[in-house]
Protein backbone atom coordinates (compact mmCIF):
# COMPACT_ATOMS: atom_id res chain seq x y z
CA UNK A 1 0.00 0.00 0.00
CA UNK A 2 1.46 3.46 -1.19
CA UNK A 3 1.67 6.23 1.44
CA UNK A 4 -1.33 8.84 1.45
CA UNK A 5 0.50 12.15 0.19
CA UNK A 6 -1.38 15.07 1.66
CA UNK A 7 -3.88 17.12 -1.08
CA UNK A 8 -3.50 20.62 -1.59
CA UNK A 9 -6.50 22.11 -3.03
CA UNK A 10 -6.46 26.42 -4.06
CA UNK A 11 -9.82 28.28 -4.32
CA UNK A 12 -7.84 30.98 -6.05
CA UNK A 13 -4.70 32.80 -6.43
CA UNK A 14 -2.82 32.65 -3.27
CA UNK A 15 -0.26 35.78 -3.08
CA UNK A 16 2.21 36.43 0.04
CA UNK A 17 0.14 39.38 1.31
CA UNK A 18 -3.24 37.77 0.89
CA UNK A 19 -2.04 34.50 3.21
CA UNK A 20 -0.39 37.02 5.92
CA UNK A 21 -4.09 39.15 6.06
CA UNK A 22 -6.32 35.92 5.72
CA UNK A 23 -7.87 35.18 8.96
CA UNK A 24 -6.98 32.27 10.90
CA UNK A 25 -9.12 29.52 12.53
CA UNK A 26 -8.69 29.39 16.28
CA UNK A 27 -6.17 25.99 17.16
CA UNK A 28 -8.58 23.84 18.80
CA UNK A 29 -8.50 20.05 20.90
CA UNK A 30 -9.93 18.06 18.18
CA UNK A 31 -8.16 19.53 15.42
CA UNK A 32 -4.31 19.44 17.49
CA UNK A 33 -5.76 15.39 17.98
CA UNK A 34 -5.97 14.91 13.81
CA UNK A 35 -3.04 16.39 13.28
CA UNK A 36 -0.95 14.35 15.56
CA UNK A 37 -3.24 11.13 14.51
CA UNK A 38 -2.53 11.89 10.68
CA UNK A 39 1.31 12.59 11.62
CA UNK A 40 1.48 9.02 13.39
CA UNK A 41 -0.14 7.51 10.43
CA UNK A 42 1.73 8.71 7.68
CA UNK A 43 4.90 8.00 9.97
CA UNK A 44 4.10 4.25 9.59
CA UNK A 45 3.42 4.04 6.42
CA UNK A 46 6.36 5.26 5.17
CA UNK A 47 8.25 3.44 7.30
CA UNK A 48 6.05 -0.21 6.02
CA UNK A 49 7.02 1.05 2.62
CA UNK A 50 10.68 1.18 3.17
CA UNK A 51 10.93 -2.15 4.79
CA UNK A 52 8.74 -3.65 2.48
CA UNK A 53 11.30 -2.48 -0.41
CA UNK A 54 14.01 -3.62 1.48
CA UNK A 55 12.51 -7.50 1.79
CA UNK A 56 11.04 -7.46 -1.62
CA UNK A 57 13.32 -5.18 -3.39
CA UNK A 58 15.93 -7.05 -5.94
CA UNK A 59 19.16 -7.43 -4.81
CA UNK A 60 22.20 -6.02 -6.83
CA UNK A 61 24.15 -9.67 -8.16
CA UNK A 62 27.33 -9.72 -7.13
CA UNK A 63 30.46 -9.59 -9.81
CA UNK A 64 31.81 -12.43 -11.03
CA UNK A 65 34.98 -10.72 -11.82
CA UNK A 66 35.78 -9.33 -8.57
CA UNK A 67 34.42 -12.55 -6.12
CA UNK A 68 33.50 -11.47 -2.67
CA UNK A 69 36.03 -13.00 -0.63
CA UNK A 70 34.92 -15.98 2.37
CA UNK A 71 34.39 -14.97 5.81
CA UNK A 72 36.39 -18.27 6.52
CA UNK A 73 37.91 -19.60 3.42
CA UNK A 74 38.08 -23.47 3.73
CA UNK A 75 42.04 -23.90 3.25
CA UNK A 76 44.14 -21.86 5.20
CA UNK A 77 47.89 -20.82 4.58
CA UNK A 78 49.88 -22.40 6.93
CA UNK A 79 52.87 -20.03 7.85
CA UNK A 80 56.40 -21.44 8.47
CA UNK A 81 55.57 -24.74 7.53
CA UNK A 82 58.76 -27.56 6.47
CA UNK A 83 58.45 -28.20 2.97
CA UNK A 84 57.28 -31.80 2.01
CA UNK A 85 58.57 -31.94 -1.36
CA UNK A 86 61.29 -30.83 -3.10
CA UNK A 87 62.37 -30.07 -7.41
CA UNK A 88 65.73 -29.26 -8.70
CA UNK A 89 65.03 -26.51 -11.39
CA UNK A 90 68.33 -25.15 -13.43
CA UNK A 91 67.69 -21.83 -14.60
CA UNK A 92 65.79 -20.50 -12.20
CA UNK A 93 66.23 -17.53 -9.74
CA UNK A 94 65.82 -19.13 -6.83
CA UNK A 95 64.46 -15.51 -5.45
CA UNK A 96 61.57 -15.89 -8.05
CA UNK A 97 60.92 -19.08 -6.58
CA UNK A 98 58.30 -20.15 -3.45
CA UNK A 99 57.02 -22.70 -1.64
CA UNK A 100 53.18 -22.49 0.42
CA UNK A 101 51.44 -25.56 2.29
CA UNK A 102 48.05 -25.05 2.84
CA UNK A 103 45.42 -27.06 5.43
CA UNK A 104 41.88 -27.65 4.90
CA UNK A 105 39.71 -26.04 7.85
CA UNK A 106 38.19 -29.19 8.53
CA UNK A 107 39.49 -31.90 6.89
CA UNK A 108 43.00 -31.58 7.43
CA UNK A 109 43.86 -32.09 4.05
CA UNK A 110 47.06 -31.13 2.88
CA UNK A 111 48.17 -28.74 -0.68
CA UNK A 112 52.02 -28.29 -0.83
CA UNK A 113 52.45 -25.52 -3.77
CA UNK A 114 55.81 -24.80 -5.67
CA UNK A 115 56.52 -21.91 -7.52
CA UNK A 116 58.97 -20.76 -10.20
CA UNK A 117 58.23 -17.00 -11.75
CA UNK A 118 55.17 -15.49 -12.04
CA UNK A 119 52.05 -15.50 -14.74
CA UNK A 120 53.09 -11.56 -15.60
CA UNK A 121 56.85 -12.26 -16.09
CA UNK A 122 58.90 -12.42 -18.58
CA UNK A 123 60.64 -15.54 -18.14
CA UNK A 124 59.53 -19.50 -17.56
CA UNK A 125 56.44 -20.04 -15.54
CA UNK A 126 55.71 -22.87 -13.25
CA UNK A 127 53.92 -24.43 -10.63
CA UNK A 128 52.99 -27.67 -8.88
CA UNK A 129 50.79 -28.49 -6.35
CA UNK A 130 50.84 -31.89 -4.35
CA UNK A 131 47.52 -32.75 -2.87
CA UNK A 132 47.15 -35.40 0.09
CA UNK A 133 43.29 -35.08 0.92
CA UNK A 134 41.79 -35.51 4.07
CA UNK A 135 38.66 -36.00 5.23
CA UNK A 136 37.34 -33.33 3.04
CA UNK A 137 37.07 -35.24 -0.06
CA UNK A 138 39.51 -36.80 -2.92
CA UNK A 139 41.90 -35.18 -5.53
CA UNK A 140 40.27 -34.64 -8.67
CA UNK A 141 40.40 -37.31 -10.98
CA UNK A 142 39.86 -35.38 -14.17
CA UNK A 143 42.86 -33.77 -15.40
CA UNK A 144 41.18 -30.89 -17.51
CA UNK A 145 39.13 -30.30 -14.04
CA UNK A 146 41.75 -30.80 -11.85
CA UNK A 147 43.95 -28.20 -13.90
CA UNK A 148 41.13 -25.30 -14.17
CA UNK A 149 40.79 -25.59 -10.44
CA UNK A 150 44.62 -24.36 -9.69
CA UNK A 151 44.26 -22.13 -12.60
CA UNK A 152 41.35 -20.95 -11.07
CA UNK A 153 42.87 -20.35 -7.40
CA UNK A 154 46.16 -19.40 -9.01
CA UNK A 155 44.13 -16.27 -10.13
CA UNK A 156 45.02 -16.50 -13.98
CA UNK A 157 43.06 -16.74 -16.79
CA UNK A 158 43.16 -19.50 -18.87
CA UNK A 159 42.42 -21.05 -22.09
CA UNK A 160 42.37 -25.00 -21.51
CA UNK A 161 41.99 -28.25 -23.91
CA UNK A 162 42.54 -31.42 -23.69
CA UNK A 163 44.93 -33.59 -26.18
CA UNK A 164 45.28 -37.46 -27.02
CA UNK A 165 48.56 -36.96 -26.01
CA UNK A 166 50.44 -38.65 -22.96
CA UNK A 167 53.72 -37.30 -21.07
CA UNK A 168 55.86 -40.50 -20.20
CA UNK A 169 57.09 -39.67 -16.67
CA UNK A 170 58.11 -41.89 -13.73
CA UNK A 171 54.40 -41.45 -11.84
CA UNK A 172 53.06 -43.57 -15.51
CA UNK A 173 51.62 -41.50 -18.12
CA UNK A 174 50.46 -38.64 -17.51
CA UNK A 175 47.23 -36.57 -19.74
CA UNK A 176 48.69 -33.76 -21.19
CA UNK A 177 46.75 -30.48 -21.41
CA UNK A 178 47.53 -27.48 -23.60
CA UNK A 179 47.17 -24.30 -22.00
CA UNK A 180 47.38 -20.89 -22.82
CA UNK A 181 47.29 -17.64 -20.18
CA UNK A 182 46.06 -14.46 -21.31
CA UNK A 183 47.67 -11.71 -19.56
CA UNK A 184 47.85 -7.69 -19.91
CA UNK A 185 50.34 -7.63 -22.48
CA UNK A 186 50.49 -10.66 -23.86
CA UNK A 187 49.52 -14.35 -24.03
CA UNK A 188 51.76 -17.44 -23.29
CA UNK A 189 51.95 -20.85 -23.92
CA UNK A 190 51.77 -23.21 -21.60
CA UNK A 191 51.69 -27.43 -21.09
CA UNK A 192 49.91 -28.71 -17.97
CA UNK A 193 49.32 -32.55 -16.30
CA UNK A 194 47.17 -34.03 -13.74
CA UNK A 195 46.59 -36.94 -11.85
CA UNK A 196 45.14 -38.72 -8.88
CA UNK A 197 45.85 -41.79 -6.89
CA UNK A 198 43.64 -43.46 -4.84
CA UNK A 199 46.44 -45.47 -2.51
CA UNK A 200 47.53 -44.01 -1.61
CA UNK A 201 45.72 -40.67 -1.82
CA UNK A 202 47.63 -38.27 -3.59
CA UNK A 203 47.08 -35.77 -6.56
CA UNK A 204 49.22 -34.26 -8.78
CA UNK A 205 49.07 -31.02 -11.05
CA UNK A 206 51.61 -29.31 -12.87
CA UNK A 207 51.96 -26.64 -15.32
CA UNK A 208 55.40 -25.21 -17.10
CA UNK A 209 55.00 -22.08 -19.54
CA UNK A 210 57.04 -20.41 -22.08
CA UNK A 211 57.91 -16.92 -21.98
CA UNK A 212 55.43 -16.34 -25.33
CA UNK A 213 53.54 -17.84 -27.08
CA UNK A 214 55.78 -20.78 -28.70
CA UNK A 215 55.15 -24.24 -27.60
CA UNK A 216 56.53 -25.87 -24.84
CA UNK A 217 58.44 -28.98 -25.55
CA UNK A 218 56.45 -31.89 -23.69
CA UNK A 219 60.44 -33.25 -22.86
CA UNK A 220 60.73 -30.52 -20.33
CA UNK A 221 57.79 -30.75 -18.64
CA UNK A 222 58.68 -34.47 -18.40
CA UNK A 223 62.19 -33.90 -17.13
CA UNK A 224 60.62 -31.80 -14.04
CA UNK A 225 58.17 -34.26 -13.42
CA UNK A 226 60.77 -37.01 -13.00
CA UNK A 227 62.63 -34.65 -10.57
CA UNK A 228 60.24 -34.35 -7.93
CA UNK A 229 61.24 -35.79 -4.86
CA UNK A 230 59.68 -36.47 -1.14
CA UNK A 231 61.49 -34.84 1.49
CA UNK A 232 59.23 -35.78 4.21
CA UNK A 233 55.82 -38.16 4.46
CA UNK A 234 54.44 -37.03 7.44
CA UNK A 235 54.52 -40.22 8.65
CA UNK A 236 52.44 -41.80 5.75
CA UNK A 237 54.13 -44.76 4.73
CA UNK A 238 52.11 -45.61 1.84
CA UNK A 239 53.38 -41.92 0.60
CA UNK A 240 57.13 -42.92 1.36
CA UNK A 241 56.46 -46.53 -0.58
CA UNK A 242 55.12 -45.24 -3.63
CA UNK A 243 57.91 -42.46 -3.99
CA UNK A 244 60.42 -44.91 -3.59
CA UNK A 245 58.76 -47.62 -6.15
CA UNK A 246 58.26 -44.28 -8.69
CA UNK A 247 61.94 -43.51 -7.95
CA UNK A 248 62.44 -47.02 -9.47
CA UNK A 249 61.22 -45.91 -13.10
CA UNK A 250 63.04 -42.71 -12.96
CA UNK A 251 64.18 -41.25 -16.42
CA UNK A 252 67.31 -39.47 -16.47
CA UNK A 253 66.63 -37.58 -19.37
CA UNK A 254 69.79 -35.21 -19.48
CA UNK A 255 70.38 -31.70 -20.33
CA UNK A 256 67.25 -30.65 -21.91
CA UNK A 257 67.74 -26.51 -22.19
CA UNK A 258 68.81 -23.55 -20.71
CA UNK A 259 65.35 -23.49 -18.55
CA UNK A 260 65.19 -27.02 -17.44
CA UNK A 261 68.07 -30.00 -17.27
CA UNK A 262 67.76 -33.23 -15.61
CA UNK A 263 70.23 -34.38 -13.48
CA UNK A 264 72.38 -36.26 -16.18
CA UNK A 265 73.26 -40.19 -16.01
CA UNK A 266 76.03 -41.10 -14.41
CA UNK A 267 78.61 -42.68 -17.45
CA UNK A 268 80.17 -45.97 -16.21
CA UNK A 269 82.67 -45.51 -14.22
CA UNK A 270 84.93 -48.71 -11.83
CA UNK A 271 81.99 -48.84 -9.96
CA UNK A 272 79.74 -49.99 -12.23
CA UNK A 273 81.58 -52.35 -15.00
CA UNK A 274 81.06 -55.65 -14.97
CA UNK A 275 84.68 -56.38 -15.58
CA UNK A 276 87.55 -55.82 -13.13
CA UNK A 277 88.42 -52.54 -13.54
CA UNK A 278 92.01 -51.55 -14.83
CA UNK A 279 94.61 -51.10 -12.31
CA UNK A 280 97.05 -48.07 -12.37
CA UNK A 281 100.91 -48.05 -11.50
CA UNK A 282 102.84 -50.94 -11.19
CA UNK A 283 102.58 -53.62 -8.71
CA UNK A 284 106.03 -54.41 -6.76
CA UNK A 285 106.57 -58.02 -6.15
CA UNK A 286 107.88 -58.87 -2.49
Known amino acids: MEPLEPRISFAGPLTYESARSAPRRPLTFARAF ?46 RAAGAFAVAMQGFDPAQSSYLVRRHRDGGGRKDLMTFGAA ?34 SGIDAELSETPSKLKTKFGELSVIDMNVTGAERA ?22 NAGPEMVPYGQLACLVDRLTLMSAGGDDKLASFFAMVELKRNFCGVAGPILAATPKRPDDWISQKTAPPLRGRIAGR
Not at 199 to 207: M, Y
Open 188 to 209: RACVAVAKAWDDPRFGLVAWLC
Open 120 to 153: GDKSAYVRIELYRPGTEGEAIADPLDAVAALAGD
Open 34 to 79: AFLRASIFLAIAGGTAVLGYDFIGSTPAASSVTPTPEAHPAWIDVS
